[in-house]
């Protein structure tokens, strides 16, 4: 060998990426995902990943450095489209945000730009504009929302996951990839199994009631309206409350299965939050699902193929959920109710009606599982791919 020649490990060559999002769980967890899509893919062109978030701290620290993915927290200010005495406090934030961006960004320095959205991106997906560094954006609801819509502007690649919002960007640079889920929250799990995990009785109905990581005060009000119907019909009910909710909701649901036969005794439970494992395990034992329609909980339930209730919440920026909830219902895969018109006896009577009729049943969850876009994170690690110009053996990429 000769002794001048260096030998160069393959491995050693680094691809690194930013990823910024706005700090909830439904910015967060399809960060993750396509982090783990990357890095698989990475590893089978021999490269490294090297990746780094920058974004709003929280929660979101502990779920990246499971991933080995290092948390660079920044200050972040909401963009709000109305006033609000806030904006002037949080107009400096945001520049407290960019100067920060600005700093992070040159020291790391990367070849690409994730962003899932979100006021805590806009900062990241500015200075990688100035520093004319490659920026792939992610919109998971239908309407994008305004940071996305700035970022749009200076995009290479936008991923989208609704077929109708082709129309709010260039259709040369969009591409339809779906929303990166929690693939791990679905592995095949026996419902009988799961059931036990909560006590429920294998042979009767379960309704899973979800009202987004905080809970949702009216919803929770709206079930225990309809709780004494629907457990007289044999209906159990799984209802996830909100930690702020919790209690006040447990001990309502207690007083209120009082008046019934001791045999209905357990057919209700309250629970403030769902951890992984245990929302995978609710997913899993329940026949249907009544929840809000963001687009992360539609993706999570078209994946686990359930029938659905979607309520949106009417609250939503440019009432997104409820748009969102009307693209998937037009697939044919659940059931849409405004939460103005909901009359508490004719929503249990629904309830009632759909988990006792099992070709609509089977129908919501083959439908469900139809809008399903599988392996969203995979596609989006491969156009992350194409926009560096590193090839890959698609054939491996699928397996």
Do not use: C
């Not at 805590?120 to 998971?140: C, N, Q």
């Not at 993706?299 to 409820?322: R, T, V």
């Amino acid at each position: 060998m000769n002794p001048t020649v260096k030998q160069v490990n393959i491995a050693e060559i680094k691809i690194k990426v930013v990823f910024t999002g706005g700090g909830t769980g439904g910015h967060i967890y399809p960060l993750i995902s396509v982090s783990r899509a990357l890095r698989k893919l990475s590893a089978q062109r021999l490269l490294t990943l090297e990746s780094v978030y920058i974004g709003p701290d929280g929660f979101s620290r502990e779920a990246f450095e499971k991933e080995n993915v290092r948390v660079v927290p920044i200050v972040a200010g909401k963009l709000r489209r109305y006033f609000s005495p806030l904006n002037f406090i949080d107009f400096f934030k945001v520049i407290i945000g960019f100067f920060q961006s600005l700093y992070q960004v040159w020291k790391f320095m990367p070849d690409l730009i994730f962003s899932k959205g979100g006021y805590g991106a806009v900062p990241v997906v500015l200075v990688g504009r100035l520093y004319r560094i490659p920026v792939f954006i992610h919109e998971s609801d239908t309407v994008p929302g305004l940071s996305n819509k700035i970022a749009a502007k200076f995009a290479k690649r936008i991923g989208i996951s609704f077929n109708k919002t082709f129309e709010y960007f260039p259709a040369e640079k969009t591409a339809l990839v779906g929303n990166p889920i929690r693939s791990d929250l679905f592995l095949e799990q026996n419902q009988g199994q799961a059931r036990d995990h909560f006590g429920f009785l294998k042979d009767k109905p379960l309704v899973l009631i979800l009202g987004g990581s905080q809970g949702s005060q009216r919803i929770n009000d709206l079930i225990m309206e309809v709780l004494e119907e629907l457990v007289r019909k044999d209906i159990q009910v799984l209802h996830q409350t909100g930690q702020a909710n919790f209690r006040q909701v447990a001990a309502e649901g207690k007083i209120i299965l009082e008046s019934v036969p001791d045999i209905y005794a357990n057919f209700y439970q309250a629970r403030g939050f769902f951890n992984d494992q245990d929302y995978a395990l609710a997913l899993a034992a329940s026949d249907l699902v009544v929840a809000r329609s963001g687009s992360g909980t539609i993706f999570e339930l078209s994946a686990a193929k359930k029938p659905a209730i979607l309520i949106p919440l009417p609250e939503s920026a440019s009432d997104h959920q409820k748009l969102n909830a009307f693209e998937y219902s037009k697939a044919g895969a659940a059931i849409v109710l405004e939460e103005p018109n909901i009359l508490p006896h004719l929503f249990a009577q629904q309830i009632i009606d759909l988990v006792y009729d099992e070709e609509k049943m089977n129908s919501l969850a083959n439908r469900a599982n139809l809008f399903f876009q599988e392996d969203s994170a995979e596609k989006i690690a491969k156009e992350i791919f194409d926009l560096l110009k590193i090839e890959y053996d698609d054939q491996q990429v699928t397996n």
